[in-house]
């Protein structure tokens, strides 16, 4: 499945710590969403979904997140259907093996493009 992930102006990665969650655009917004850092090894921290604002506000604040934010923390979302998230993030999280959380839904994987492909 193709998905469209989200980045800030300009087209650039989007800095969680930077991010304004209370602009208008995260209103009712719901999907999946991908927390990575940069640096000279990017690793991808985080994998989740539900409602985007709420999730990634709570993320922001989470000291297992913040203990890589010297390395600069990126996130990107998805907007998806509810009957596609439980099986887009067990494949992300299969995939992209995050350093925080490893339990992801036990449903079949529904494979999607990643956003810097």
């Not at 087209?11 to 969680?16: I, K, R, S, V």
């Not at 439980?86 to 959380?101: A, C, F, Q, R, T």
């Not at 490893?102 to 492909?117: A, H, K, Q, T, Y």
Request: with cysteine.
């Amino acid at each position: 499945m193709f998905v469209n992930w989200g980045k800030c102006t300009g087209g650039h990665w989007c800095n969680l710590l930077r991010l304004n969650l209370n602009d208008n655009y995260f209103d009712n917004i719901s999907g999946v969403y991908i927390i990575w850092h940069g640096g000279n090894s990017p690793k991808t921290v985080k994998v989740g979904q539900g409602d985007i604002k709420d999730r990634l506000l709570k993320h922001s604040a989470d000291p297992e997140i913040l203990q890589y934010k010297n390395l600069t923390l990126y996130v990107s979302w998805a907007t998806l259907s509810s009957n596609y998230m439980d099986g887009v993030e067990k494949y992300l999280g299969e995939s992209l093996k995050p350093l925080v959380g490893s339990i992801f839904p036990d449903v079949n994987p529904i494979s999607v493009n990643f956003p810097w492909s």
